[in-house]
């Protein structure tokens, strides 16, 4: 215990010894330093009490965080400690992770391959969507466990054995795990003959990169319309979010400003002449889980006029986080700065956690609204309201769905496996069936079957009260288990409210192109 006290002890005595140095005239600063490693002191004491005389005997570590997480708790919800497995989960969602790159689905004996990461490991090795593993590490899959699997997918090498359709014997391979590089924009097609629609998930380094090569391999069909979806998209990469609004807006414009109290917090980010997309109409689509960088995002190509926002308001949180890494791999991410969109709205709402903020909102905007260039009105809540607000897709699945979907034997990837195996007449006519195919009523009746041959329950009455839903599951499941998850996202959007209902609008996102 007492080395662990004694580490973070030397950060904040080293902190106050800091502030003394650099402040050595003031007698505030000189007493708050005193106060500090007095509280310190008293901390290291109770600590020790706990250790020698509690009734029962106790974590030191955890006393710690729990003391670390207590201190937190008085800032904001965001300023967080992260211990070292924690934080190398957080590095690694954004600069990229050791594997394979493969998804896959639990079957009764085997895992179904659902999708491969492109230009990934086991892509370059011939890995398709639709193989199933049958051995790994040369164990069978049916006897592994699940921190088994995870060890053996933790190898250097990872090594399978894949059957696939029409071939007899398994194939084996030897995989090298690499770096997988998180692909940032799961879908990017083209709706209709003028409609492209790119959907970006998270903001990494590479997303401006991956964005121009969607654009790119996209405006050979001399797309009219544009939209970009950022529903459910938490943020990530500053720099990434903020090179993702510059491809929009002429130079010189203000993206974002931050306001905060330590050095280089108070920071402006302008965009540069480069690297512009072509000026066609756009619709941003956001939802209450668009944050961060999406929100950044949102609020400059609307206070500018560049894109008409549908959907739903925004989440309200594009703060500074910055990084604070420790000796034992664990880290501190401190709420620093605050955001602002170029016409002064804050990106910042108070939360309903029941903690006291009104120290954040001091430096929010505090009008109700503001003007865009032409005069528009916009809300100034610490949110992004859309110019337009889209009801949320209401489709629902019944309980009994659910527990059919949940089950452990997989019903729906067994069922929609097997139906891709015997139909390979679609396996080059994606376009075809993502547009046009229907699922009949008699392939939701076959279903019913196997999930009912697997010992699901699936009545007659739960068919109907989710055929629609179903329709869908169906069809896109077919989709991946074809061509992967590209076709399951196509699949899906396709049939989304939100997205369909952005053709109302493209009369209004073409006339502020012209303002």
Known sequence: MKSKIIYWLRYILAAAAVVSLLYPGPARIARGAQQAYNKVMVLTMLLDKIERFYVEPQDPNLLIDHAIHGILSALDPYSTYLTAEEF?????????????GLTYDQLPEKLLVTA???GGPAAQAGIRPGDKIVR???????FLSEADLRRQLQESVVRLDIEREGIRDPIPFAIPKQVITPQTISTAFMLNDSVTFIKIDRFTENTPNQLDQAFSRLRTVAPRYLIVDLRDNGGGDLQAGIKVADRFLSAGKIIAYTKGRGPGANMEFTSSPDNKLPRLPVILLVNGQSASDAEIVAGALQDWERALVVGQPTFGKALVQSEFPFQDGSALLLTTARFFTPLGRSLYRVSGSGRDHS??????????YVRTPSGRLLPAGGTIVPDVILAEDTLRYSSALRKVLAAEENPLAVFCETYAAAHPEWSKQRDRFIHQFQVPESLLRDFQTTARQMGAKLSNTDLQQNRDALRLLIKREVAAMIWGEEARAMVTILADAQVQGCNLYWARASELLRR
């Open 136 to 142: 790994i590490g040369g164990k069978l899959v049916h």
């Open 116 to 118: 491969t990461v492109a």
């Open 359 to 368: 120290d954040l909102r001091t430096s929010a905007n505090s009008a109700a």
């Open 88 to 100: 190398k989960d957080y590095k690694s969602a954004y600069q990229g992770y050791q594997g394979i």
